[in-house]
């Protein structure tokens, strides 16, 4: 339902140049160890200095346009580089979700709970609960239970899924 796009925010447009750039990086970097890459300003002056670029037809430059947001979206769902970078992206987007569902209660009245648990027992991600308003009441009121007991079967029902 909530994507990690945002409506308030618009993403550029990427350039011929950008993806003529990132054509070439891939090309000269791609058997490069890291400390030895070309830099972006040098990549660029490649770029500017290829006489192929120049006479590119309107499917090429298109080509090398998809292929620059076929990199962006993959980059932008792609698994995290480590737990710890899986942690910090949870807890940012849990902010975010807590912050909106707070916004659209205010706007609108409604109610909401969100659990937020790991997904393996190996995660460092935090198991996080949040109700808007009174939400917390319900559970308890209706089936006897603190939120934080539902919160934490969640999480064992989660981290035993797929294995």
């Known amino acids: 339902i909530i994507g ?21 990086a891939k090309e000269m970097n791609a058997d490069q160890p890291v400390g030895s ?7 660029r002056e490649m770029v500017a200095n290829d006489p192929q670029t120049k006479k590119l037809s309107r499917e ?7 292929a620059l947001n076929e990199h962006r979206d993959q980059k932008g769902f792609s698994v995290r580089a480590n737990n710890l970078a899986a942690a910090r992206d949870a807890v940012a987007t849990t902010e975010r979700l807590v912050k909106e569902l707070d916004d659209l209660r205010i706007r609108t009245g409604i109610y ?10 190996n995660d460092t991600i935090q198991s996080t609960m949040y109700g808007t308003d009174n939400t917390e ?3 308890e009121d209706v089936y006897e239970h ?12 989660a981290c035993t899924q797929n294995q």
């Open 146 to 157: 603190p939120m934080a007991n539902f919160l934490r079967q969640y999480e064992q029902w």
């Open 4 to 24: 990690s796009q945002t409506n308030y925010h618009k993403s550029r447009k990427p350039q011929l140049i950008n993806a003529l750039v990132h054509a070439k």
């Open 112 to 121: 909401a709970t969100l659990f937020v648990v790991r997904g393996h027992i």
């Open 60 to 66: 090429e430059a298109a080509a090398y346009i998809e």
């Open 137 to 139: 009441d319900f559970w």
């Open 37 to 43: 890459r070309y830099t972006l300003a040098e990549l």
